[in-house]
């Protein structure tokens, strides 16, 4: 995500898709600056596979997004 990304355009961006349980914009604890990504959770599985789908590879003001499904570490 671009760094002056906000948690409500990181909602906007996933509203169309479905409802959202959480979004949140990680933050580096140093400088309380975005680390350029974020979690989001969608209330449905088939919600979230079309955000994925739609979203990924997008640009987002003026950032190419990657969009998938987070892991374990």
């Known amino acids: 995500l ?5 948690q409500s355009q990181l909602e906007e961006l996933f509203a ?3 409802q ?3 979004a949140r914009i990680v933050m580096d604890r140093e400088t309380g600056r975005s ?9 449905q599985d088939s919600d979230a ?3 994925i789908s739609a979203l ?6 003026g ?3 990657r969009v998938n499904e987070a892991r374990p570490r």
């Open 2 to 6: 671009p760094f002056e990304t906000t």
């Open 16 to 18: 169309p898709f479905g």
């Open 20 to 22: 959202i349980k959480s």
């Open 35 to 43: 680390r350029g990504f974020a979690f989001v959770q969608m209330a």
């Open 49 to 51: 596979d079309q955000a």
């Open 56 to 61: 990924n590879e997008t640009d987002f003001n």
């Open 63 to 65: 950032k190419r997004l």
